[in-house]
Nanobody, 124 residues
Framework: QVRLVESGGGCLQAGGSLRLSCAAS???????????MAWYRQAPGKQRELVAS???????TYADSVKGRFTISRDSAKNTVLLQMHHLKPEATAVYSC???????????????WGQGPQVTVSS
């Protein structure tokens, strides 16, 4: 089994900073490689949206609403992706979910995995 374990959610006031972490792991004997990782979020009553993504080659993309304030990075050796969030706004309140696109040889193609999602609550 492959799983994504997230940490770093919490409650804070607007203007503050928070860092989310997501580590991918697999049961003994399962080999995997990560093609891409991303953070999504879903606010109450809204659709899930992509916050930031990072490719295997470290190409990053960001939602317009977070550009300049959020930074996504990865530690390939630890199969971990981080989301550093600065100058948080109340509208950032949401459940943040980690997503990973992985290859599990000898299975062809890629598979998508999701974490449980830490809650981030930003008060005004």
């Amino acid at each position: 089994q492959v799983r994504l374990v997230e940490s770093g959610g919490g409650c804070l006031q607007a203007g503050g900073s928070l860092r989310l972490s997501c580590a991918a792991s697999a049961a003994s004997g399962i080999e995997f490689s990560i093609s891409a990782m991303a953070w999504y979020r879903q606010a109450p009553g809204k659709q899930r949206e992509l916050v930031a993504s990072i490719s295997r080659g470290d190409t990053t993309t960001y939602a317009d609403s977070v550009k300049g304030r959020f930074t996504i990075s990865r530690d390939s050796a630890k199969n971990t992706v981080l989301l550093q969030m600065h100058h948080l706004k109340p509208e950032a309140t949401a459940v943040y979910s980690c997503h990973s696109q992985m290859r599990l040889p000898p299975i062809p193609g890629t598979r998508d995995y999701w974490g449980q999602g830490p809650q981030v609550t930003v008060s005004s």
